[in-house]
């Protein structure tokens, strides 16, 4: 096990508990000393004691070990609230709504923080048929390459994974979608907003600056 639960952790959430040494320690079949001993770094709970610590603050023995609460909420089913985490040993994807401890590989993933598309990174949105192509103008070298593209709507997320030496290109049912994600392993995550009377054309618009002003035309429009 690469991380394990520390004294520091153990106080922090006995005291938002409002629990004394001897409370805990009452719960635990240990003595209040012990419990001193492991708060002031002078020693470990067994493994055995994880779970049992673990219920007696209401967490999981996953947010014990790391050190973050987690706390629940009702999220709506809005995939536009969306995280990712990506593994910088496999790769490997995970996808969430909400707050969550993710690990992969004993590494702790944090949630990527998205940046709106540049020019090192364009994206080009097509409508054929009842679809979206989406092509992303970026080399797919072994060293250098978008990993995956993700359609988002309100209510369901649509994920294609790419691989290195392929193409930078994905087909999406149109279904809402409002956002598209994508992740280049160099420089992160990247997104665009689907725009409606510009995207949904039968028409992709390679142009820069004619997108942006098109982009300000449909915002009058369909505000």
Same mark, same amino acid.
């Given at each position: 096990?690469?991380? %394990? ?22 719960? +635990? ?51 536009? &609230?969306?995280? !990712? =985490?990506? =593994?910088?040993? =496999? ?5 969430? @709504? ?10 702790? +993933? ?11 990174? @364009? ?16 080399? @797919? ?14 209510? &369901?997320?649509? @994920?294609?994974?790419? %691989? ?14 409002? &956002?598209? !994600? !994508?992740? =280049?392993? &160099?420089?992160? +995550?990247? %997104? ?29 429009? !369909?505000?």
């Amino acid at each position: 096990m690469n991380q %394990y639960v520390t004294g520091a952790v153990i106080k922090n959430l006995r005291e938002k508990s409002k629990m004394t040494q001897s409370q805990l320690a009452e719960v +635990l079949g240990v003595s209040d000393k012990t419990i001193s001993k492991w708060e002031t770094g002078k020693g470990y709970p067994d493994i055995t004691l994880l779970e049992p610590i673990a219920e007696a603050f209401g967490v999981s023995v996953t947010e014990l070990i790391s050190g973050i609460q987690i706390h629940n909420e009702n999220v709506s089913a809005n995939m536009m &609230r969306s995280k !990712f =985490c990506i =593994c910088p040993v =496999c790769g490997n994807v995970i996808h969430s @709504m909400g707050e969550a401890v993710i690990q992969c590989h004993g590494v702790q +993933l944090l949630p990527e923080t998205p940046e709106m598309t540049d020019e090192d990174h @364009m994206i080009f949105i097509e409508r054929v048929e009842d679809e979206y192509f989406v092509r992303i103008d970026h080399e @797919m070298t072994k060293a250098h390459y978008i990993s995956f593209v993700a359609a988002a709507s309100a209510d &369901r997320m649509q @994920m294609v994974k790419l %691989y290195p030496e392929g193409e930078a290109q994905a087909r999406f049912k149109i279904s809402g979608v409002r &956002r598209i !994600f !994508f992740y =280049c392993n &160099r420089d992160g +995550l990247y %997104y665009i907003d689907v725009k409606k009377g510009i995207d949904d054309k039968d028409k992709s618009y390679d142009d820069t600056e004619e997108r942006r002003a098109l982009e300000e035309t449909a915002k009058k429009l !369909f505000g």
